[in-house]
């Protein structure tokens, strides 16, 4: 019998309570020893590796987070660290590896591979929907579905007053879900890294707005723009002149019961990888776009960045 493990590695996303229950299951069916690796690549430095069982999923399909923890290793940066992460899947006999993670998840398993020649297929697991190659990352649609019910709230109140409520989004550098959410929300403004922009080319018609009756804004704003959410909800009262409030929804977005469709995708990104391995892939990435699921080279994935879709851009 041959033993597999499976590891989280950076952010958690919901979906991957759904992906570790899908792992287990249908590697038991292929006749496959799960293990699993518990907080990371710092518990496979440490050695916190211990075999799966089904009573070890049993009913975490329906909650966030992950069960077996996750961390940001800087130790894993270094190579005497991922030589001792090597001799521990050796000494249990383990020759093939799930990874859910994001870039730099990525990165450090493309050098393990290096160094190591450990098997892998690595599944894209990221709010930020920001991994090349992919239409799709884990956990992105019960973010968005988590901020669409946030925004919903915060637009109740702020039809209550006269005030424009600036509200920002996780995206480090990518902004999908700030996108997305203003396409989805009927938002009246829009900032994102990938789009230059100048405040004060908004402010002539949003005063205007306010002239022929309009109460309220909601702005949706990435992370990663050149200003931060008070800098512009400064902006609304010094130029537009109308109060406003700030809104960082922060790490809210990673948490919440995973979506169906999160619980779709993480049973068939699972069942795609495993089989992916089983076959004699050995450092590929699954990745999901409108031809389905596929594999793309771990070099080719972490080599540059994802693009926004030109055609949400063009709503902007």
């Known amino acids: 019998m041959k033993n597999i493990a499976i590891l989280c590695s950076g952010g958690d996303v919901s979906g991957m309570n759904p992906a570790l229950k899908r792992f287990v299951e249908y590697a038991k069916e292929k006749q496959l020893k799960p293990f699993f690796i518990y907080d990371g690549y710092e518990g496979l430095i440490n050695n916190n590796i211990k075999e ?15 069960k077996i923890g996750s961390s940001r290793s ?17 000494a ?10 994001g870039d730099g998840t990525f990165k450090g398993l ?22 090349n190659g992919t239409d799709y990352c884990l956990g992105v649609d019960t973010a968005l579905n988590i901020i669409k019910t946030s925004v919903d709230s915060i637009r109740d109140t702020a039809s209550s007053f006269s005030r424009a409520f600036v509200i920002e989004t996780m995206g480090r550098n990518c902004g999908y879900l700030a996108l997305i959410t203003h396409l989805t929300s009927g938002s009246e403004l829009c900032l994102i890294p990938e789009i230059e922009y100048a405040l004060s080319s908004y402010t002539k018609e949003f005063k205007s707005q306010i002239k022929n009756g309009r109460k309220y804004f909601i702005s949706i704003i990435s992370e990663g723009i050149d200003h931060s959410a008070q800098e512009i909800a400064e902006w609304f009262e010094k130029d537009v002149g109308i109060e406003a409030r700030v809104t960082i929804l922060g790490h809210i977005q990673r948490g919440g019961s995973p979506s169906v469709k999160d619980r779709l995708m993480a049973y068939e990104f699972v069942t795609n990888a495993i089989d992916a391995l089983l076959e004699g892939k050995e450092k590929s990435v699954i990745c999901y776009d409108n031809l389905g699921f596929n594999f793309k080279s771990i070099e080719e994935v972490t080599g540059s960045k994802n693009v926004l879709d030109k055609k949400l851009l063009s709503y902007l």
């Not at 799966?52 to 992950?66: E, F």
């Not at 249990?92 to 993670?101: D, H, W």
């Open 52 to 66: 799966a069982t089904y009573s070890d999923v049993s009913g975490i399909i329906t909650r966030g987070g992950t």
């Open 74 to 90: 800087k130790r894993f940066m270094q190579s005497k660290f991922r030589t001792i992460a090597k001799n521990n899947l050796n």
């Open 92 to 101: 249990l006999n383990i020759n093939m590896l799930l990874v859910l993670g």
């Open 110 to 131: 493309n050098t393990f591979y290096k160094e190591h020649q450990v098997k892998f297929c690595a599944i894209p697991s990221t709010i930020d929907n920001d991994i």
